[in-house]
């Protein structure tokens, strides 16, 4: 069953340093998505990507996070100076249509643990 | 701001009961609704999908959805030790980006 693949699972890294998640979402999918889930709290949209650009974007998705599809598979979100907040589990998703009907459905990865000390 | 509201919990059930789970969301224009659910330091699974008012039904699940109320609902029917997790209601309009409640903690004890 073809599944969405996130790397690395762990990531400590100091603040200030630059970090970039990586994503592969479902080969056929169109639409993909950068949750992050604070430990105890609620999974909170950051980004949504389509035909290579931004399509919507959360208010804490500000100037210190970019998204990227560098190439036919890849999607990656860089945080280019982390803070002690940023310490969350980073979730990508992807789904193959807009949504309605049987498209709407999104897809997790299994998520990237980001710790920033 | 959409808001999409969850009692965290912990639900209780025994072995074999019905576990009940319950959301209200706040944005009248809401058009899809989805379940998911996530074990400890997971990430979250889809269960049921709903997009019009009424009952759903897949195999021990059933959502319900009733849009004049603003409220859908999850049924486990049989509920096993392996449900214990968290389920998370998320909801979508028209920008069909999912926004997602604080999820119930259900416990099902043998």
């Known amino acids: 069953e073809p599944e969405v693949t996130q790397t690395p699972s762990h990531q400590v890294t100091q603040m200030g340093q630059e970090v970039i998640l990586r994503c592969v979402p479902i080969s056929n999918h169109l639409y993909f998505y950068w949750y992050r889930q604070i430990l105890g709290q609620k999974v909170e949209f950051l980004v949504s990507f389509y035909n290579n650009e931004i399509s919507e974007k959360s208010e804490i998705f500000d100037d210190q996070f970019s998204v990227e599809r560098p190439d036919g598979s890849n999607f990656t979100l860089k945080i280019r100076s982390t803070k002690l907040e940023d310490s969350a589990m980073y979730f990508c998703?992807?789904?193959?249509?807009?949504?309605?009907?049987?498209?709407?459905?999104?897809?997790f990865g299994e998520g990237s643990r980001l710790t920033v000390l | 701001q959409k808001e999409v509201e969850q009692n965290s919990g912990p639900l209780s059930v025994p072995e074999g009961a019905i576990a009940s789970l319950n959301c209200t969301y706040s944005d009248r224009g809401s058009q899809s609704f989805f379940w998911y659910r996530q074990y400890s330091g997971k990430s979250p699974e889809l269960i049921m999908f709903i997009y019009s008012n009424g009952d759903k039904e897949d195999g021990r699940f059933t959502a319900q959805l009733n849009k004049a109320s603003q409220y859908v609902s999850l049924l486990i029917r049989d509920s096993q030790p392996s449900d214990s997790a968290t389920y998370l209601c998320?909801?979508?309009?028209?920008?069909?980006?999912?926004?997602f409640g604080r999820g119930t903690s259900l416990i099902v004890h043998p």
């Open positions: 998703a992807s789904k193959r249509g807009p949504g309605g009907s049987n498209t709407g459905e999104l897809f």
């Open positions: 998320a909801v979508s309009g028209g920008s069909y980006i999912p926004t």
